[in-house]
């Protein structure tokens, strides 16, 4: 029986095989999941429908399951129509969430373009599309290292 939040088998199965610096992406509900992700990835649609699951949700259950040692997020437009004066309010809930689990991680935002290919890597083993329709939702995580006590 699992004891971390995280229950899905699939999803499950590929982090137990994901190694340090092997990269996971949440994707929101407008994420082109089909055509940008890396060679070896992994599509896991939770896309239920619009709102849910949230791209929030699937990080909890993440955060829960692996050590995570850096996250990445798509940079806000400044001009067109999807521009934002300010950080997407959904970045705040991922800043909680990623304290929540005792993290002590900064997101890095990156270019859209940017971002994309750093999606598209070799590293690359797991895309979850979620149904989140926030704007700026996807989020980039990158495995860490599991840390055994020393003695």
Known sequence: MLTSKLIHPTISRILGEAGHHATILIADGNYPASSKRGPRCELVSLNLMPGLVTCDQVLQAILS????????????????????ESDPPVWSEYRKTIKNSGLELD?????????????????????????????????????????FPQG
Do not use: C
């Open 65 to 84: 399951a692996i050590p995570i040692e850096a996250v990445s997020v798509m940079m806000t437009e400044k001009t067109g129509p999807y521009a934002l």
């Open 107 to 147: 997101l890095k935002p990156i270019e859209k373009w940017e971002f994309y290919e750093a999606v598209a890597t070799q590293d690359h083993v797991l895309t979850v599309q979620t149904g989140d329709t926030q704007r700026y939702a996807n989020i980039l995580l990158s495995v860490g290292v599991r840390m």
